[in-house]
């Protein structure tokens, strides 16, 4: 309500507030960690080195912080990064991507791929063996890293990526009626009219056709027939569907309002959709799911598609856990003892490369 009253009243918009709240503390010197901000091209990082001298090359990972595009900063995610890069004892490069709605798709996608590119191209100046480099995002990080990682996969002079890990990532926007959907839609911290929201605001700089997105009106049937051995009820276990599921009635879209959204059909943007011939190529892939979370049929489904195409999956899943609850690890003062279980699992997978 007070945020409202502020838009209302001229003083800033709901999502300069939210960023100005997020972006206030920052933690202070890690005695672990070499922290630096730099630009890789134009776009700005933030990389986390570890102290300790090492008889090896360590290890990479990119991180793409969530927010849902249009929220999130270096700083949002500095205490997980450097909890990642301590614990783990990988050199962890934090991207500063641009946001929605002022920088619409592909933007962000953009930012991720050539900060990753001119990571890998100048990979020796950073101690890392350029055979274990690893993406890593959550929510609309973990989406940036999944595009990442098919894009790297299809086609590239660069070392191949040593994995993926995606955490509770969003990974399509054809169906906002998944099982996960109907039973999380009002379950902090991601309902489910918001992760519409975020997709039409990285998509379009605004939220039109909202309501077309959330019933599923927005994509001819046709199409939605052809994505469906991807993106299904039936690709879900049933044990997901046992806190309640009603199957949604197929709908058909105009013409007016697909022309404004048929970019959700593209891979960069919905990495679900992506073609199996892509699929094949993707590097061992970590997914981390939430029970009560909107997105985690998102995760289901990609792991059997990887799993079905030969691709080997590291699978956590937190029955306890709900959207965004990593990244309030060591917030203000406290933690989620599931967040630190996923955490956790993040970093031991880390330790397998």
């Known amino acids: 309500m007070g945020i409202t009253i502020l838009e209302n009243i001229g003083i800033c918009s709901q999502v300069d507030f939210v960023r100005y709240i997020q972006g206030r503390k920052t933690p202070g010197v890690d ?6 901000d730099l630009w890789f091209e ?46 783990s004892e990988s050199v962890v490069v934090s991207v500063g991507y641009r946001l929605a709605p002022e920088h619409k798709y592909p933007a962000a996608y953009e930012d991720c ?13 950073y101690g890392v063996d350029p055979a274990n480099v690893i993406v890593c995002g959550d929510s609309a990080g973990g989406n940036l890293a999944a595009a990442v990682s098919q ?19 969003g990974l399509q926007a ?16 991601l309902f489910r009219e918001r992760a519409a929201f975020y997709v039409l605001q990285y998509l379009n700089g605004n939220a039109t056709n909202l309501e077309e997105v ?46 404004k959204v048929k970019r959700l059909c593209e891979p960069n943007l919905c990495p ?18 939430c029970e009560y979370d909107v997105l985690r049929d998102d995760g289901l489904l990609y792991k059997k598609r990887l799993e079905d195409n030969g691709v080997r999956v590291t699978w956590y899943h ?16 406290f933690s989620f003892p599931a967040g630190k279980r996923g955490l956790d699992s993040v970093v031991n997978f880390l330790k397998s490369l």
């Not at 080195?49 to 290890?59: D, F, L, V």
């Not at 054809?174 to 911290?189: E, G, I, K, T």
């Not at 029955?319 to 003062?333: A, M, N, T």
């Open 272 to 289: 679900l959709l992506v073609e199996d011939a892509i699929v094949q190529q993707l590097p061992e892939s970590f997914i981390l799911t």
């Open 174 to 189: 054809v169906d906002f009626n998944l099982p996960s959907y109907q039973q999380n839609h009002r379950v902090p911290l």
């Open 31 to 36: 005695p672990k960690l070499f922290i630096k």
């Open 151 to 169: 894009t790297l996969a299809g086609g590239s002079d660069l070392p191949k990526l040593r994995a993926q890990i995606l955490i509770y990532p």
């Open 318 to 333: 937190l029955e306890d856990g709900f959207h965004g609850i990593i990244s309030l690890y060591d917030y203000c003062g």
């Open 214 to 259: 959330l019933e599923g009106s927005h994509i001819p049937i046709d199409i939605k027939l052809n994505h469906r051995k991807w993106v299904s009820p039936d690709n879900i276990p049933e044990k997901f569907k046992a806190r309640g599921y009603k199957p949604h009635v197929l709908l058909d879209c105009t013409n007016e309002v697909f022309e």
């Open 113 to 125: 791929l050539n900060a990753t590119i001119h990571f890998m191209k100048n990979i020796e100046h």
């Open 42 to 87: 134009k776009v700005p990082v933030r990389i986390y080195q570890p102290k300790a001298p090492s008889a090896s090359q360590r290890r990479g990972v990119m991180f793409f912080h969530g927010g849902g595009w249009v929220f999130g900063s270096l700083e949002t995610h500095e205490k997980l990064c450097r909890f990642i890069a301590r614990e």
